[in-house]
């Protein structure tokens, strides 16, 4: 693995492992989604409940997103996670090989997930040894999808998944996305799908997307 690393720097290679962070790397503990009901109840939801909600742009605003928007609540969900060690041993391989690590999550508040994870995550290196991220993990590429100060094109999450990574494929060799919902998934196998149609095989080459 080490000796990829070299060969890849050696040949200027630029690879990227995208991250989701709710149920890929981490239980996020204590923040909700809430679902209101026809009779004006909410319900509380957890970040994978949600992510088995059929949200549509017509039917988004049954849903209260407000802790996901409360920069203490998204800190302490993060820091006090429970680490998914399984799939943070598939992340520790591709920075063994090399690659840069970035965040691709539906959440908002970019700035704080860009601090939080910066403390909570952490990887071990080709001799095993457990360290910090550091600077592996630029604040440029922390992508909080429905962050409230900035416009991602698309309209719904997966589309806005989507578009990051198309715009991130002009820039990197290979990129690799990992996520644990299946509809973000296939909404990039639709993307990469579109590129072959549309005559774009080496762009559509790049980008790998692994359920995990």
Known sequence: MYLMKLLNEE?????LLLLDIDDT???ANNIFVY??????????????????????????????????RDPSKVSKSIETGTPLVNNLKVMDKYIQNGY?????????????IFTAISKFLKFRDFKGELKK???????SL???????????????????????????AKKYDNIVFLDDDMKNINSVNEL????????????????????V
């Open 142 to 168: 922390v992508f909080a999808i429905n962050d409230e100060k900035k416009k991602y094109e698309g309209t719904t999450d997966y589309e806005k998944k989507a578009w990051v990574i198309f715009s991130l």
């Open 100 to 112: 840069s690590i970035g965040l691709l999550t539906a959440r908002s508040e970019e700035d704080v």
């Open 11 to 15: 040949l200027g290679i630029k690879n």
């Open 35 to 68: 679902k209101k009901t026809e009779d004006g109840k909410k319900i509380a939801l957890t970040p994978e409940e949600y992510s088995k909600e059929k949200v549509t742009k017509e039917n988004k605003h049954m849903y209260d997103y407000s802790e996901f």
């Open 25 to 27: 790397i981490l239980k």
């Open 192 to 211: 990469k799908k579109s590129l072959k149609e549309k005559g774009e095989q080496k762009l559509a080459n790049k980008i790998t997307a692994i359920k």
């Open 133 to 139: 991220l550091g600077p592996r993990l630029q604040r």
